[in-house]
């Protein structure tokens, strides 16, 4: 067994380990120190395996019928580091966080399952047949099942998430489920090297591919699949909510890649574009969401859509460029994505721990309420000021630099290869691009009135600095982030090896660099490092500048300038609803808010209003429009359908009676 | 648009040609200013009618921006408050907090009668009296109101041009 | 006339074809939207000259100048005649707003981009390579004929798409017939007149051209 | 091939260029309004005047507000100054090639309108949440614009590095009036109007604090911390004003190599071509209006219209 093959058993073991202490022991620092234990001997075994050593194995009698059967190449190896690394840090961010008084975070249940949870997104990357995938796959969707549920007896609507996500994720299991037995069955065969070698007619290489791209796409939280997403992360424990969203929806992304390019070996260009429509519109709809939501978590998960979104635009866009044999653009483009996985489970996890941290703080998720955190909770606003940065795709920030690859490989698009892509690309384009206006948007938002400013609520007036053990995870999360941010060379050479698992072809060497990063072929460079240095640069020669030139007189503190008027109170403040406002207004039209203006007039006199009240919400619009129609009907059909069962055991003898009728009759009629 | 050129062609330069300065002596805290000068202004109880002036001062015949003069917005961006009308009691907390968020040097300047000593409205229930009795004024504009030359004079004598 | 010189002149005139198009979705003043309409006039002459000094063809230039005469010079005139007379100054609420309008124009350069290719490969010339910019201002011109409430700007929808219909037939297969192209000019000559005595007459009996208030009558 | 003393002193020559006339345009601009308006300005001068006499001033920390406010304006000026080394405004060779392309810049400049925004949060007033979501609002809708017209740009040239673009121009001069440039250009001054507040998107002279955009979010700042402000907008217009120029009318540039004459020269041309954008900027805002805030998409959804046309022109007329 190789380095590996060990450290990947040791993580499973470290993972049953502390699930096994956590419900014998359950003290938060217990499973916690398991957890991360087990992080960094997947993350290792990850490395190890993108720097070039595989392993696989066969393991017959663990599982009856088919067996276990596992390999790690660079692909799984780098969403097996992902999920390891986010674990360290939620792990160690967790051993304070279950403590939060109230939250009953430390029972044995959540101790126990958090090290599963992780054990089987370790396990999903690293499975080579389709059983042992789709086992893994409903281990993962039980064991966060369960974790959205820890908090259900505190919060009514903790239920109703729940519900939502165990629909959503066994719907879609069950299409993957359905996909890959089809697979299989074409395949006469179930490991994966069998499906790879498979010759299948058109129609079912397009069923399997659209099926499972089903499955996946609810996972990785794309549009019109991602309705689970704003619930159930907002209703989550916080270290529970960065697992989910830094880690689980990544296998998403995972198992299109992994299906679609890689075992399949791809596909007809239509595929292509409807993964990268289906990313372009999630990457639209999720920042549009996020930019007028007003709940820090629910903001953050629709930042998620936006960025799983973006993910799949490269995915597809790589895909699109293999079929139209450009595979040097194939190549950069999932390169892009794959880096763009990278960073988004970095900041998401900062983000999210963040996050947490406010709600244990406060007690509050509605930015509408926060504000005034910056002089209660000095530590943890930074750390949300680096994580903003890096969701908002600005320099020196990790997600402008996938973004970057991500654009450099759209726009180098030739017209020459055909309609299709010379209409999709600067579509594409447009699209990214509007994104990211609206994510600085969204996240200037999310800290401007979050963190800054005065209090707006008494919980943030009364608001206090995490524990050392949160802040050292969300300082973990924050390095990780920066470290990427100003030499994206630590993970590019991974992410390159990962991509060469999808594009054998692809030439070696399309992202090359380590402080300037240099296409293959062109002349766009970019160099995150010296950017963020010149900026350091500049910063002094400013700050001595003024300091040189103006400092004639000393700083003073003096009292807002609130027009003459008496002292600024806290509902004098921009709230996170008024700052959206304008955008709102601007994009009316697609998100269709609901306002309610209730004027109560007074006794005497028509005219003199007692009370105005107003209401404003927007909802998502998909669910109102799909989801609201499809329960409807659903439902009704239920109530139709009741009265078929009323209990009697005649009744029920008597269907199957009539099945068995009906079936001879049909085969009397075909035969 | 051709219509407005057209105009801005006939109409040509309105500005009339600057009076020579009448040599005054320069606060301590102008002189530190050299040459720019940026007042807000505040309204403590006027008839408007130095309004009007000061309208006239910033428009086009008197041209005051032409000396550094320039009106702004925020207290914190100024280094002159230009104060009309007496001193009103609603007022009276709000032109001291004004005054304190200008930032060092500051200026005062009482424009009018009425700024100046309450004028007609001396001794009414509702004034609390002069400019200068609330915060410390250090140029008076005397007149009633005010004629724009007075004014642009005085500015002048703050920016030194 | 050098090769070098002719395809940059003819794209820009092309470019100038395009922009006047679109423009006139952008734009709410009516006044301006004629003027851009004689802009777009003054764009396809040119580019019919251009085309005729290429192939050094006399006719062709004399059909340019004949089509630069009628459409930047007559019709602007006879529709500017129309708007004085109607006191009508902007089409201040189309039934889709001017944001959502641009998007659309955007999209359907692109629509018009991908149908045209086809029948670029047929003879790839730099002419027919911009047949797309043709194709854009008729799909504009029909857009607008959908979404604009005024009569003023439906006429002007409507000789967008005849613009565009030119434009397409001298860049294909350099010029439709100088017969056809007299006798469609003259039709649009006429209508344009009909349409200005029409207006004329609804102004001075009902106060107004808003089609929708117009749709009143007849109900 | 370039030296290190040839880049040192490039960076050189357009940091100068930048810090010393970015005030000098903002006044020039200034009195060109002026005269337009019949009056006769207070001189090309006056802007120095007005930051002369900010730096002597008391810089003021309003109650309440912490690290983001006082940072704002120093990473405000900051980001400027990196894009004004990055962008090629004297040289095809951009000194600092290696460090990053248009997307760079832009998100550069981005950054500088973020740290302000939050500024103008940090106070916790009305005007500063009003101005801050205003310069949001529209920094977002003027992303896709700006990125197509990148894209637009790079198709010709098969890269987004600005030496290699404003090469290509200079090399074949044809190319300013091809329909992609000039969709390109026009798409582009509009995305510059709206980056530097100007009419009509914003009133850089307003005092109605309901209209402002910009203003709103630094009405708190007194003293230097303002001076940093005021130099920063000037010289992000400058920049921008120097960029368009160096994109559409590259001529007179200097080369690869080219000696310490050659970049003298360009550096004059430079600020004879800015200077005329300048006062055509001016001039153009005494004959409009400011736009109402919610009319500024109308605008936004046309320039990239523009920009989006420019990229499809880039594709079909080859």
């Known amino acids: ?234 209703e989550a424990p916080s270290h529970v909510s960065a697992l989910m969203s830094a880690a689980m929806v990544n296998m998403g992304c995972y198992g299109i890649v992994r299906v679609g390019l890689d075992l399949l070996g791809g596909g007809p260009a239509w595929w292509w574009l409807v993964v990268l429509a289906a990313g372009a519109l999630s990457a639209l709809y999720g920042i549009l969401q996020a930019v007028v939501t007003s709940d820090l978590k629910r903001l953050l998960a629709y930042s998620t859509t936006e960025n799983m979104g973006l993910v799949l635009v490269g995915v597809g866009a790589a895909g699109f460029f293999a079929a139209s044999r450009a595979p040097a653009l194939a190549g950069l483009a999932l390169t892009a994505a794959l880096l763009h996985v990278v960073n988004h489970a970095g900041f998401k996890t900062l983000l999210f721990l963040a996050a947490g941290s406010v709600l244990r703080a406060t007690g509050a998720r509605d930015l509408d309420a926060l504000g005034g955190l910056r002089a209660r909770m000095p530590h943890t606003t930074v750390l949300f000021a680096i994580g903003a940065l890096c969701a908002s795709a600005l320099p020196p920030g990790n997600a402008f630099v996938s973004e970057w690859l991500l654009l450099q490989s759209l726009i180098r698009v030739s017209p020459l290869s055909g309609v299709a892509g010379a209409v999709t690309m600067p ?236 079936m001879l009759v049909v085969l009397a009629v075909l035969r | 648009m051709p219509g407005l050129w057209r105009k801005i062609r006939k109409t040509g330069r309105v500005a009339e040609p600057a009076p020579a300065r009448v040599p005054a002596e320069v606060p301590a805290a102008a002189a530190e200013l050299a040459g720019s000068i940026q007042i807000r202004h505040v309204d403590a109880g006027s008839c408007n009618g130095c309004e009007v002036e000061i309208g006239s001062v910033f428009g086009p015949v008197y041209d005051g921006e032409r000396y550094g003069v320039r009106l702004v917005a925020s207290p914190r961006h100024a280094d002159a408050l230009l104060v009309t009308g007496p001193v009103t009691r609603n007022m009276e907390v709000a032109l001291r907090r004004t005054f304190e968020a200008v930032s060092e040097p500051r200026l005062v300047v009482a424009l009018g009668d009425c700024a100046r000593g309450c004028g007609v409205f001396a001794g009414a229930y509702g004034v609390v009296g002069a400019v200068g009795d609330v915060v410390p004024v250090d140029v008076e504009v005397a007149g009633c109101p005010p004629e724009p030359t007075a004014i642009v004079a005085a500015l002048r004598g703050l920016t030194g041009r | 006339m050098s090769e070098g010189l002719y395809v940059p002149l003819l794209d820009l005139g092309c470019g100038a074809f395009l922009l006047a198009g679109v423009l006139v979705l952008w734009r709410r003043d009516l006044m301006a939207i004629v003027g851009l309409f004689a802009l777009q006039g003054m764009a396809l002459a040119a580019v019919v000259v251009l085309l005729g000094v290429h192939q050094a063809d006399a006719e062709l230039i004399a059909v340019g100048v004949g089509v630069g005469v009628l459409r930047a010079g007559l019709l602007p005139y006879l529709m500017r005649r129309a708007l004085a007379a109607s006191g009508e100054g902007r089409e201040t609420q189309p039934l889709v707003n001017v944001a959502t309008s641009l998007l659309v124009a955007a999209a359907l350069a692109m629509l018009a981009y991908a149908v045209a290719q086809p029948l670029i490969r047929l003879s790839p010339t730099p002419a027919t390579q911009a047949v797309p910019v043709a194709l854009t201002v008729l799909l504009v011109g029909f857009f607008v004929l959908v979404t604009r409430r005024r009569a003023l700007s439906q006429v002007v929808g409507f000789l967008l798409i005849d613009n565009a219909i030119t434009a397409t037939a001298f860049l294909t297969t350099s010029g439709v017939p100088l017969v056809v192209e007299l006798g469609v000019s003259l039709d649009v000559l006429l209508a344009a007149l009909v349409l200005q005595v029409l207006t004329t007459r609804m102004r001075a009996a009902f106060g107004g051209t808003d089609l929708d208030e117009l749709r009143e009558l007849h109900d | 091939m370039i030296t290190p003393v040839q880049v040192a002193v490039q960076i050189t020559v357009q940091i100068v260029l930048v810090v010393a006339g970015a005030p000098l345009l903002t006044g020039m601009m200034r009195q060109v309004r002026a005269r337009l308006e019949g009056r006769a300005g207070a001189g090309v001068l006056q802007p120095w005047r007005d930051l002369r006499k900010l730096a002597r001033k008391e810089p003021i920390t309003p109650q309440g507000t912490g690290w983001v406010f006082r940072l704002a304006p120093l990473v405000a000026a900051a980001t400027v100054l990196v894009v004004a080394a990055v962008v090629p405004l004297t040289g095809t060779t951009s000194p600092l090639a290696g460090v990053g392309d248009l997307f760079a810049v832009v998100a550069l400049l981005a950054l500088g309108s973020v740290a302000l925004a939050l500024g103008g949060l940090d106070t916790g007033t009305a005007f500063g949440g009003m101005g801050a979501s205003r310069e949001m609002t529209v920094l977002a809708l003027v992303e896709p614009t700006i990125l197509m017209s990148i894209f637009a740009l790079s198709v010709r040239v098969g890269s987004t590095n600005l030496g290699a673009i404003v090469t290509r121009t200079a090399e074949d001069p044809l190319d300013v009036v091809s329909p992609v440039s000039l969709f390109a250009a026009a798409a582009l001054a509009i995305v510059t109007i709206a980056e530097t507040g100007r009419i009509p998107m914003d009133n850089p002279a307003t005092h109605l604090e309901l209209t402002m955009i910009h203003e709103a979010m630094v009405l708190e700042y007194a003293g230097p911390d303002l001076a940093l402000i005021e130099w920063a907008s000037a010289a992000r217009l400058g920049v921008l004003l120097g960029l368009l120029a160096s994109l559409f009318a590259p001529w007179g540039i200097a080369g690869v190599g080219a000696g310490l004459a050659a970049v003298a020269l360009a550096a004059l041309i430079l600020v004879i071509k800015v200077a005329v954008l300048g006062a055509l900027l001016a001039a153009g805002e005494v004959f409009m209006a400011k736009l109402r805030l919610f009319r500024v998409p109308e605008l936004l959804a046309g320039s990239f219209l523009m920009a989006l046309l420019a990229v499809s022109a880039s594709f079909f007329l080859g």
């Open chain 1, 1 to 234: 067994m190789s380095l590996v093959g060990w450290l990947f058993a040791a993580a499973l073991a470290l993972c049953a380990l502390a699930a096994i202490g956590g419900l014998v022991w359950p003290r938060s620092w217990v499973a916690g120190a398991g957890t991360v234990a087990a992080g960094l001997a997947a993350a290792t075994a990850g490395v190890a395996s993108v720097v070039g050593s595989r392993w696989s194995a066969w393991l017959p009698d663990v599982l009856p019928l088919a067996g276990v059967r596992l390999s790690i190449d660079p692909l799984a190896g780098l969403f097996m580091a992902v999920t390891g690394g986010v674990s360290v840090c939620v792990a160690v961010y967790g051993i304070g966080y279950a403590r939060t008084p109230g939250h009953r975070l430390d029972s044995r249940g959540v101790q126990a399952a958090v090290p599963l949870f992780v054990g089987a997104m370790v396990l999903v990357p690293a499975a080579a047949s389709v059983s042992t995938l789709l086992l893994a796959w409903e281990l993962m969707a039980l064991t966060s099942l369960l974790l959205v549920l820890a908090e259900h007896r505190r919060r009514a609507e903790v239920g109703r998430a729940g519900l939502w996500y165990a629909v959503m994720t066994h719907l879609g299991f069950a299409a993957i489920l359905a996909g890959l037995a089809l697979f299989a069955a074409g395949a006469a065969g179930e490991s994966f090297d069998q499906l790879r070698a498979a010759e299948l007619p058109p129609g079912l290489r397009n069923a399997v591919f659209v099926v499972t791209l089903a499955g996946f796409t609810s996972k990785a939280g794309i549009v019109p699949l991602h309705v689970w997403l704003p619930r159930a992360h907002p």
């Open chain 1, 427 to 662: 579509l594409a384009v447009a699209v990214i691009a509007l994104s990211a206006g609206l994510a600085v948007a969204t996240f200037v938002k999310a800290f401007g009135v979050g963190f800054l400013a005065r209090p707006r609520g008494v919980g943030a007036e009364r608001a206090t600095e995490s524990p050392p053990s949160m802040l050292a995870g969300m300082g973990l999360a924050a390095v990780a982030c920066l470290a990427l941010a100003v030499v994206p060379a630590l993970a590019l050479p991974a992410v390159g090896s990962a991509a060469a698992v999808a594009f054998p072809q692809t030439p070696p060497g399309l992202v090359s660099g380590a402080v300037t990063l240099a296409l293959a072929g062109v002349r766009g460079v970019l160099s995150p490092l010296l950017i963020a240095g010149s900026l350091v640069v500049a910063l002094v020669a400013v700050l001595g500048t003024v300091r040189l030139l103006a400092a004639r007189r000393a700083r003073r503190v003096a009292r807002l300038w609130d027009c003459g008027a008496g002292p600024m109170s806290a509902r004098m403040e921009y709230t996170a609803t008024s700052f959206a406002e304008p955008l709102q207004r601007v994009f009316d039209d697609v998100l269709a808010p609901e306002t309610d203006v209730d004027v109560t007039p007074a006794r005497e006199s028509a005219y003199l209003v007692e009370r105005v009240a107003f209401h404003a919400r927007v909802p998502d619009r998909v669910e109102r429009r799909l989801y609201a129609p499809l329960l409807a009907a659903v439902d009704g059909v239920g109530r139709s359908v009741r009265g078929l069962a009323n209990g009697s055991v005649h009744r029920y003898l008597a269907y199957g009676f009539y099945a068995l009728i009906g």
